[in-house]
């Protein structure tokens, strides 16, 4: 079964420094997706980046960028120049084509003016 | 606007006490999802609907039901509440299609409390 794990419950980042969030995962797929969402307080579920299992390439999306290691199965996030309204749970997510996505635990992140 | 569209935002039902949870999505997406999200366990998948007249159980279904009652809508339903149902409940729709991602769009949430 595939299993998705955050082993940091919480961090914690001066604003402007970065961040890495991590996140490991388990499947005997070789194709999936990988994401990552931030859930600020409003409760919403934003997709902040996401990765295609077969793209060598890591993704970024301006200041979100990962480090995927395929063959160690993990997924980390960084978040650079971080700001204040980084702030928020962040939830690391697997699926495989047309299949249900999976969540880590979730890290809180706070930030630190 | 586009998107997942879930009432109630907020509930408390005493124990016992049934009620519905709505979700409606405009985005013509075949596959419709509700998960429960709980401290310091992420989200969990309760059911899903992977087609119009489908319905599937997810990982955590015991003391809900669903329906999927067209194309655009899936709702939940509690029976008969209990105090560990109370969480914050997330419908979602998705795209199955490669070219799109197969990235979720999610509702803003349900949070119900069981007293």
């Known amino acids: 079964a595939q299993t998705v794990t955050q082993s940091q419950p919480e961090m914690s980042v001066q604003e402007a420094e970065t961040v890495t969030l991590s996140c490991t995962y388990d499947?005997?797929?070789?194709?999936?997706?990988l994401f990552w969402y931030k859930q600020p307080p409003s409760r919403q579920m934003i997709l902040v980046i996401r990765q295609e299992a077969y793209k060598q390439q890591n993704a970024t999306e301006n200041r979100f960028s990962v480090n995927f290691q395929k063959a160690a199965k993990s997924f980390s996030l960084k978040i650079s120049d971080s700001q204040l309204g980084d702030a928020a749970m962040y939830f690391c997510a697997y699926r495989w084509p047309v299949g249900k996505l999976i969540f880590g635990q979730g890290t809180e992140l706070s930030v630190k003016p | 606007n586009a998107g997942v569209t879930q009432t109630p935002k907020f509930q408390v039902l005493k124990t016992g006490q049934s009620m519905t949870l709505q979700c409606a999505q405009d985005m013509n997406h075949n596959s419709m999802y509700w998960y429960r999200q709980d401290p310091g366990m992420g989200l969990r998948l309760i059911y899903y609907?992977?087609?119009?007249?489908?319905?599937d159980k997810g990982e955590v279904p015991n003391g809900y039901n669903v329906s999927r009652l067209n194309k655009r809508e899936f709702s939940l339903r509690l029976e008969s509440a209990a105090p560990s149902q109370t969480s914050v409940y997330f419908c979602?729709?998705?795209?199955?299609?490669?070219?799109?991602?197969?990235?979720?769009?999610f509702g803003s949430g349900t949070r119900l409390t069981v007293v």
């Open positions: 979602a729709s998705s795209e199955d299609v490669r070219g799109l991602g197969y990235g979720y769009t």
């Open positions: 499947t005997s797929e070789s194709d999936y997706y």
């Open positions: 609907s992977a087609s119009e007249g489908t319905t």
